[in-house]
C-alpha cells in the first residue's frame, strides 16, 4: 500500500506542480485564451496567482515531508489542502455549467482524499 501511496502522490504531484506553474507563469489574458481555462474570467489575476501557488506549495508538500522525513505530518496536510481546492474546482465548474471537467476534478479530488485519508490513517509515515 505505501507504494501505491507514493504512486499516487507523485502522479498528483506532477499535476499540481503543472496547473501551478502555469498559473503563477502566465497572465490573467493568456490563460483566458485556452478555452478549457474561460473560469479565469471570473478571479481576479491576484487569486490566480494565490492558486497557483497554492498547488504548487501542495504539489512539494505531498513529496518532500514524506521523502526527506522531516514533518511527514504534512503530506496528509497537502492532500487535504489540495482536495479542498478541488472541491472548489468543481463547484466553479459546475456553476458554469462545464460539466465535462467536472470528471477530471473528481478523478483529482478522489486521489487527493485517498493520499489524505491513509496518510492520516493506517499508512502514515
Same mark, same amino acid.
Given at each position: %500500500?505505501?507504494?501505491?501511496?507514493? $504512486?499516487?502522490?507523485?502522479?498528483? *504531484?506532477? +499535476? &499540481?506542480?503543472? *496547473?501551478?506553474?502555469?498559473?503563477?507563469?502566465?497572465?490573467?489574458?493568456?490563460?483566458?485564451? =485556452?478555452?478549457? %481555462?474561460?473560469?479565469?474570467?471570473? &478571479?481576479?489575476?491576484?487569486?490566480?496567482? @494565490?492558486? /497557483?501557488?497554492?498547488?504548487?506549495?501542495?504539489?512539494?508538500?505531498? $513529496? @518532500?515531508? /514524506?521523502? +526527506?522525513?522531516?514533518?511527514?505530518?504534512?503530506?496528509?496536510?497537502? *492532500?487535504? /489542502? @489540495?482536495?479542498?481546492? %478541488?472541491?472548489?474546482?468543481?463547484?466553479?465548474?459546475?456553476?458554469?455549467?462545464?460539466?465535462?471537467?467536472?470528471?477530471?476534478?473528481?478523478?483529482?479530488? $478522489?486521489?487527493? @482524499?485517498?493520499?489524505?485519508? &491513509?496518510?492520516? /490513517?493506517? =499508512?502514515? +509515515?
Amino acid at each position: %500500500m505505501n507504494v501505491f501511496l507514493w $504512486i499516487v502522490a507523485g502522479v498528483l *504531484a506532477a +499535476f &499540481f506542480l503543472g *496547473a501551478g506553474f502555469t498559473k503563477l507563469s502566465q497572465s490573467k489574458a493568456k490563460l483566458g485564451e =485556452n478555452p478549457q %481555462m474561460g473560469w479565469t474570467k471570473d &478571479f481576479s489575476a491576484g487569486t490566480l496567482k @494565490l492558486i /497557483g501557488a497554492a498547488e504548487v506549495l501542495g504539489a512539494l508538500g505531498l $513529496i @518532500l515531508p /514524506g521523502a +526527506f522525513d522531516i514533518a511527514p505530518i504534512l503530506v496528509p496536510l497537502a *492532500a487535504s /489542502g @489540495l482536495a479542498i481546492i %478541488m472541491a472548489g474546482a468543481i463547484i466553479t465548474h459546475a456553476r458554469r455549467k462545464e460539466y465535462p471537467v467536472i470528471g477530471i476534478n473528481t478523478i483529482v479530488l $478522489i486521489l487527493a @482524499l485517498v493520499v489524505a485519508i &491513509f496518510r492520516f /490513517g493506517p =499508512n502514515s +509515515f
